[in-house]
């Protein structure tokens, strides 16, 4: 069969594939633990489900305008003012079926064939397939451990080629939690600008910080780095709203014009009821969210502080996110009952069929050496988890 090479050369999520075994496991009797899904496991807060029944009971169910409704928009420019200190106008944003769409939308209007993106690494799975598909070459910029896998500027800089587009941004991040400083931020924006650079910002886990750090959006250091930004973000994290699939975008007009236009003839507008109850969502309270929040942070240091009382594992402790980024490569060349292990993949693969554990291979990362788990799951399966992991850990030899 002759499919398109391009689509062919396009890896799956191995995300999604974990998570997706451990449901199958699941639907056959067995007790799997899930550190895999990269979602709340707290329910959408009541008051923007009413919301959205409103809007059924308002028939708000018809088509909108591609790029979506004014009014979310608006509510999207209020939220970038208020929180981030940024200006746009409503022309300048673009509502999209989820911030991974969003992101696709973003390299779409930027990307000719062969131009290169620079993505620190470790780095979601998602970025260097999104960057292939729309004709882009991923340049990664590996960022150690010993740096908080923090992407150093010096880094970045030798990495810029005449065909680099992009520098790609997620701060705080997934798979790693870090959190970037504003002095970090503004030499890759001083950096960016220099180079006549777009960046492109993902700051869906703004809202999940810990220890006191803060978020800073890079394009708000300057009108020369806002207007070579585009800012992605969306409901899902904060607001426990993965399933509404809404994201949004912020740029410069030119940019935001290209991206509604190609949206307008790839899936015509996001769901008119979910966008009705994300406005009401960004205009709303926020005393769930800051206690979901609370409750992430509790679990983040019981889960650090038990990786790191397990020989052959450890881990740093995650500044943002919901995600602990684990060592496992000591474990390495062992034997877990007849099978040798030799990397993240076969680790995760024995430990989920060995003790029902779902964690998700560093591979998917560019992260070989670890695994990542979230901790977007009850304190009661982390418990019980990361004593199976322990357990499955001692078995090793």
């Known amino acids: 069969m002759n499919l398109s090479r391009k689509c062919m050369a396009i890896s799956a999520s191995l995300t999604l594939e974990i998570d997706a075994k451990a449901k199958r496991m699941r639907a056959e009797g067995m007790d799997v633990v899930g550190f895999g899904a990269g979602e709340p496991d707290f329910d959408t807060p009541a008051f923007i489900k009413d919301a959205a029944k409103?809007?059924?009971?308002?028939?708000?169910?018809k088509y909108t305008p591609a790029s979506g409704t004014m009014d979310l928009k608006k509510a999207v420019c209020e939220k970038l003012l208020r929180d981030n200190g940024l200006s746009y106008e409503p022309a300048q944003i673009v509502i999209s079926n989820g911030a991974k769409h969003s992101l696709h939308n973003s390299f779409a209007v930027l990307l000719n064939p062969g131009d290169?993106?620079?993505?620190p690494s470790p780095c979601w799975v998602?970025?260097?397939?999104?960057?292939?598909?729309?004709?882009?070459?991923?340049?990664?910029?590996?960022?150690?451990?010993?740096n908080g896998f923090k992407p150093r500027v010096e880094d970045i800089r030798k990495a810029i080629t005449s065909r680099t587009k992009a520098i790609l941004l997620n701060s705080p991040s997934n798979p790693c939690g870090y959190v970037m400083t504003e002095e970090e931020l503004r030499a890759i924006a001083q950096l960016a600008v220099e180079h006549d650079l777009f960046v492109i910002s993902d700051e869906i886990y703004e809202e999940l910080v810990y220890d006191g750090e803060q978020h800073f959006?890079?394009?708000?250091?300057?009108?020369?780095?806002?207007?070579?930004?585009?800012?992605?973000?969306?409901?899902?994290k904060a607001y426990s709203m993965t399933g509404w699939r809404i994201g949004y975008t912020a740029s410069a007009p030119e940019i935001a014009k290209a991206m509604g236009n190609l949206q307008s003839h790839m899936t015509s507008n996001p769901n008119s009821i979910a966008q009705y109850a994300s406005a009401a969502a960004l205009r709303g309270p926020k005393e769930e969210m800051h206690a979901m929040v609370r409750e992430f942070d509790r679990r983040r240091k019981y889960m650090v502080e038990r990786i790191n009382s397990i020989p052959g594992?450890?881990?740093?402790?995650?500044?943002?996110?919901?995600?602990a980024f684990m060592r496992v490569s000591d474990l390495y060349g062992k034997r877990y009952r007849?099978?040798?292990?030799?990397?993240?993949?076969?680790?995760?693969?024995?430990?989920?069929e060995g003790v029902q554990v779902a964690l998700v291979p560093g591979m998917a990362f560019e992260a070989d050496d670890f695994c990542r788990l979230s901790y977007a799951t009850s304190m009661e399966n982390i418990v019980k988890g990361l004593g199976r992991l322990e357990a499955f850990v001692a078995e090793l030899n």
């Open 54 to 61: 409103e809007a059924l009971d308002q028939g708000i169910t």
């Open 116 to 119: 290169e993106v620079i993505i």
């Open 126 to 146: 998602s970025y260097p397939e999104l960057v292939k598909i729309n004709d882009g070459v991923p340049v990664y910029v590996p960022a150690g451990e010993e």
């Open 217 to 236: 959006s890079i394009a708000s250091f300057g009108e020369e780095i806002k207007k070579r930004t585009i800012v992605v973000n969306g409901l899902s």
């Open 313 to 323: 594992l450890s881990c740093i402790i995650p500044k943002g996110a919901f995600y």
């Open 338 to 352: 007849s099978k040798v292990i030799h990397n993240s993949l076969e680790l995760c693969s024995a430990v989920l």
